[in-house]
Nanobody, 119 residues
């Protein structure tokens, strides 16, 4: 059974940093690009960053220069280093394949991890 388990969220002041982690099942991690997504209250889920198997990366304009995505293939884990956090970064953050849930016909998402940026 494929699983995505996000962790590392929390409450941080504006300008602060957090590092999110996502442990993925080996069966999908080795096959697909991995990405981070987020959903703020009252808004649709949006894509944040992606990293391919070849370690190419791309970012949403809103996080470029502040967030860095990386992957550890030995641990089947993808990370999101978030610096210079802003209140508008507050959201539940999810990881998934890119495209999302590409390995299944279901709309699979993990439980996510809450990031709150507030003074």
């Amino acid at each position: 059974q494929v699983q995505l388990v996000e962790s590392g969220g929390g409450l941080v002041q504006p300008g602060g940093s957090l590092r999110l982690s996502c442990a993925a099942s080996e069966s999908i991690f080795s096959l697909y690009a991995m990405g981070w997504f987020r959903q703020a209250p009252g808004k649709q889920r949006e894509w944040v960053a992606v990293i391919t198997n070849g370690d190419s990366t791309n970012y949403a304009d809103s996080v470029t220069g502040r967030f860095t995505i990386s992957r550890d293939n030995a641990k089947n884990t993808v990370y999101l280093q978030m610096n210079s956090l802003k209140p508008e970064d507050t959201a539940v953050y999810y990881c998934n394949t890119v495209p999302a849930a590409v390995w299944t016909n279901t709309d699979y998402w993990g439980q996510g991890t809450q990031v709150t940026v507030s003074s």
